[in-house]
């Protein structure tokens, strides 16, 4: 282009002619003068083309524009058969004017022309021109809810009768967008109408995806010259599924769909927030009486304005399967996010799932109800929780409850094995800094445990501001005997607990050994962890095991008496003594250790073990006792005894020197047999005891034919040559006119009673028991002199008893010529020995047989030496009293008469 003079305007000034290019860039301009920039503007805009005949692809174009049929390059792109887009730009030269009104066509390389409606073009303002034939283009877009549809599924669209030129179906999360464009001839008739350029149709659009079809009828209305679009939304119908208070799943048959047009949920009214539905309320939603809302798997609930649930109204939230429906509750204006508006107290609120944020914003005054509960210094009424995730939180710190001191409210918290898993409720205060926050007029019910979240810490009404809880299971401690207390801890579902140390006191004799889980009778240790604990309403208990120090009892076996029982910690004990009274007849043999056989001695180390109890119980043998027969029993000393069968019995000899054992005539005889001690040395024997009691017997022979006897004195006299020794078979001793000698040498008993003729002299050995049973008759002018070996303890004995009117020692009773006749005594000397005389009835011990009356009696000579021993008892009527001739004084020393008496009186009275 070649101009004299400026492009635009006239030199002068003033405006010129109007000036068009498609691009100053790409001109060829040749000009004297100027382009003024301030009269060329850029203008864009973009022609939209409907037809139904074109395909996609891209097509080279040119644009005219009308007022000079000004040709303008384009290309032309078709994203999608029947529509097409070609964007143009222009610049225009109107001097400072910043708009014209411009019309043209497109003509497209293969001959089809589209003309223009006139639009106005203004600066830098994207414009579009609808260019048509003869037809519409119609769209639609819709969305299919279904939580059960699978995210990725691919599915198909269909609208009866058309055939479309695009389709797409995408699903996520429950959620399929649907989209789909067909084109249409002017007049056509569909679906019972005649498609025109300003009427509206509606038709069926069918989706199938997931297995399952759902058809929805779109309203098609004009939205452009020669476009008509619609939109759709569907969703399930019937009953609607939710998770009740106790986590079994339910169904409501009727139920209103929530919706943005929704602010009202009326008494006795069901509210579903469909599956994967998203919902949004600029207004307070209201609660009039008792209302239920369920939240749909996936659903978002965004309550703008919070839900208003005054004093005496109650709303309960539940949730579904899964539980990830979600009800965003935000206020202002003093009002609670989900309670009372205000200045009205709250009603009751009841979650029992899906995910609920209930927060209170402050006002320009900074005031704030609270998340749950009150409005700004209001009571609140009960808010139950029992599952879902709950955040409640208030400007001002009040989370949930109570307001304020001008009302109550109360919590109770509670959950079931459903609800549970996941289950959360955070409180909180939008305070900088600050935790959360409960009014002291707000109680709080832990109907079931609850923990602070990552912690084992049971939740109470002092520690729930501000801490996340989640349901748990309470673990209490059992002291299991022990004494004092332990605090309940807690524990998440599936989490962990580390077993503390033991708190308690142990019983006496006992000690901490580790902690018995629930029922497992495994044994853990402090610092051991339970990991997976398992959530349950009841709770699990640690009960405390003790160890029991090993317990050693003691018992008597059968005999008498106690022993304390010992308890020690120690790994061994050393046997004790018996402390019991043996049983009558038996002797301690030992311990018998539980059952062990072998009885085991004072002083063996015992092995114990913690928590055993070692029964310890005496043992004891019978005895049996060794008699040594009396002919013996003066040489013969036998012991043990009484001693158990099987020990070894010692027979110890101890003899005169005139005396000797007969050999083999040592013997041990007992109810079944006879045993011969062994000999050991000449003064010991011994046998084995048997089970029975044992008698010891034997005889023994003189050594020499002197017999040694001392005076009353204990001076020795001349040892006796010739004498006779004592037998059991003896009847008399001596005779008339003689002097004799006899002598006792072992233990003999006499059965008969003994005549003395003559001057009999009896020596008693020393050890020996001469036993005359019937008494020693002395009568007359006959005498008995007794002589002793010895003076000491081992001298000789001799017992005398006489019977009935006979003396022992002494005089006889007998009948002649009709008449019983008493002899008169002969003399009686004593010189040593130990001497017990007992008389027969109404006789004397030692003297006279007894009598009728006092003239029959004959006196005795009685002679007792200085120290001599003897013993004599009367059978006497006491108004008789024998006649004693005292002893003979010894050279020098005069006869105490009252001291005779005083032993006659003791004599008397033996």
């Known amino acids: 282009m070649t101009a004299n003079g400026n492009i635009g305007h006239p030199s002068k000034g003033d405006y010129g002619s109007d000036v ?133 599924q691919a599915g198909t669209v269909s609208v009866e009768g058309v055939t479309l030129a695009s389709s797409s179906v995408t699903v996520s999360n429950g959620r399929a967008a649907v989209t789909g464009t067909f084109n249409l001839e002017e007049g056509a008739a569909f679906s019972g109408v005649t498609v025109t350029d300003e009427g509206s149709f509606t038709t069926p659009v069918t989706v199938t995806v997931g297995g399952k079809t759902f058809t929805a009828d779109v309203t098609f209305r004009r939205t452009d010259t020669r476009r008509k679009a619609g939109s759709f939304s569907v969703y399930p119908t019937g009953a609607a599924g939710y998770v009740d208070e106790t986590g079994e799943a339910r169904t409501q048959e009727t139920w209103t769909r929530l919706d943005g047009s929704v602010t009202e949920l009326a008494d006795g009214g069901w509210y579903y927030v469909l599956p994967n539905d998203t919902v949004s309320c600029n207004s307070r939603i209201w609660v009039n009486g008792s209302a239920s809302l369920i939240l749909g798997d996936g659903a978002t609930l965004s309550a703008d304005a919070g839900i208003g649930v005054n004093a005496g109204s109650s709303l309960t939230v539940y949730g579904q399967s899964d539980g990830t429906g979600t009800l965003n509750a935000a206020t202002y204006d003093g009002n609670a996010a989900i309670g009372g508006t205000y200045p009205n107290d709250g009603g009751a609120v009841t979650i029992r799932g899906g995910v609920v944020n209930a927060i209170a914003n402050a006002n320009s005054s900074g005031n704030s109800g609270a998340g749950i509960g009150g409005s700004f210094s209001k009571g609140g009424g009960t808010t139950t929780i029992t599952g879902g995730k709950v955040t409640a939180a208030s400007a001002q710190g009040e989370s949930i409850g109570s307001h304020g001191y001008n009302g109550s409210a109360s919590i109770v918290l509670d959950w079931n094995s459903r609800s549970a898993p996941g289950m959360e409720v955070y409180t909180q205060t939008l305070k900088t800094g600050a935790g959360g926050h409960l009014d002291y007029h707000t109680a709080v019910t832990f109907t079931k445990p609850f923990v602070l979240k990552g912690t084992n810490t049971l939740a109470t009404r002092e ?111 050393t046997l004790p003594d018996c402390g019991f009274t043996a049983p009558e007849g038996k002797v301690f043999r030992g311990w018998k250790i539980n059952e062990e056989t072998t009885p085991r001695q004072p002083g063996f180390t015992l092995m114990v073990q913690p928590d055993q109890t070692c029964t310890v119980t005496a043992v004891w043998e019978q005895t049996y006792t060794v008699t040594v027969d009396d002919a013996v029993s003066g040489y013969v000393t036998a012991y043990p005894t009484p001693t158990v069968a099987g020990s070894t019995v010692t027979l110890a000899l101890s003899l005169p020197a005139y005396l000797s054992l007969t050999e083999g005539s040592l013997k041990a005889t007992y109810g079944g047999g006879e045993l011969s001690p062994a000999r050991v040395n000449d ?127 002494g005089g006889r009773r007998y009948y002649v010529s009709s008449k019983y006749n008493c002899e008169v005594a002969g003399t009686i000397v004593i010189n040593g020995g130990d001497v017990t005389a007992t008389g027969g009835g109404y006789a004397a011990g030692v003297g006279s047989a007894g009598a009728e009356s006092s003239s029959d009696i004959s006196p005795a000579q009685i002679v007792r030496p200085q120290k001599c021993v003897y013993h004599v008892k009367r059978l006497l009527p006491r108004t008789l009293s024998p006649r004693c001739t005292p002893c003979t004084p010894l050279e020098g020393k005069a006869y105490n008469r009252s001291k005779t008496k005083r032993a006659a009186r003791r004599e008397e009275n033996a």
């Open 20 to 152: 068009f290019t498609a691009d100053l860039s790409k001109a060829a301009i040749y000009c004297t003068g100027t382009v003024t920039s301030g009269t060329a503007t850029n203008h864009s805009f973009t022609v939209i083309i409907f037809d139904p005949t074109l395909a996609a692809g891209s097509y080279a174009c040119t644009f005219w524009l009308f007022q000079n049929d000004l040709p303008v390059n384009a290309a032309l792109t078709v994203s999608q058969a029947g529509t097409g887009t070609v964007s143009v730009k222009l610049i225009i030269c109107y001097g400072n004017y910043d708009s014209a009104s411009v019309a043209g066509h497109v003509k497209v390389a293969d001959g089809k022309t589209y003309d223009t409606e006139t639009k106005l073009i203004r600066k830098d303002t994207v414009r579009q021109a609808l260019y048509s034939a003869s037809g519409y283009v119609c769209t639609f877009s819709g969305t299919v809810l279904d939580g059960a549809i699978a995210s990725g």
């Open 463 to 573: 520690n729930l501001a501000g801490n996340t809880l989640v349901p748990a299971t309470r673990i209490t401690f059992d002291a299991n005997g022990g004494t004092g207390g332990m605090a309940d801890a807690g524990c998440a579902a599936g989490g962990s607990y580390t077993l503390p140390g033991c708190g308690f006191t142990a019983p006496e004799h006992r000690h901490f050994k580790g902690w018995q889980v629930g029922d497992d009778t495994t044994t853990r240790q402090p610092g051991e962890a339970l990991t997976d604990v398992a959530l349950s309403a009841e709770p699990l208990t640690v009960k405390a095991v003790w160890y029991t120090e090993a317990h050693v009892v003691f018992g008597n076996g059968g005999g008498s008496g106690d022993m304390a029982d010992l308890y020690t910690n120690e790994s061994s004990y």
């Open 683 to 809: 003064t010991t024997y011994i046998f084995t005891m048997p089970a029975a009691d044992v008698s010891v017997t034997g005889a023994f022979q003189l050594n020499t034919a002197d017999m040694p006897y001392v005076d009353a004195r204990g001076a020795a006299k001349t040892p006796v040559q010739e004498y006779t020794a004592v037998a059991a078979s003896d009847t008399s001793w001596g005779s008339a006119g003689a002097t004799s000698w006899y002598v006792v040498t072992a233990n003999t008993t006499l059965s008969s009673r003994v005549a003395v003729n003559g001057d009999v002299n009896l020596i008693l050995c020393d050890g020996t028991t001469l036993t005359a049973e019937k008494g020693i008759n002395v009568a007359g002018t006959n005498s008995l002199t007794v002589w002793a070996q010895s003076l000491g303890g081992a001298k000789g004995r001799l017992v005398a008893t006489g019977e009935i009117k006979n003396a022992g020692i």
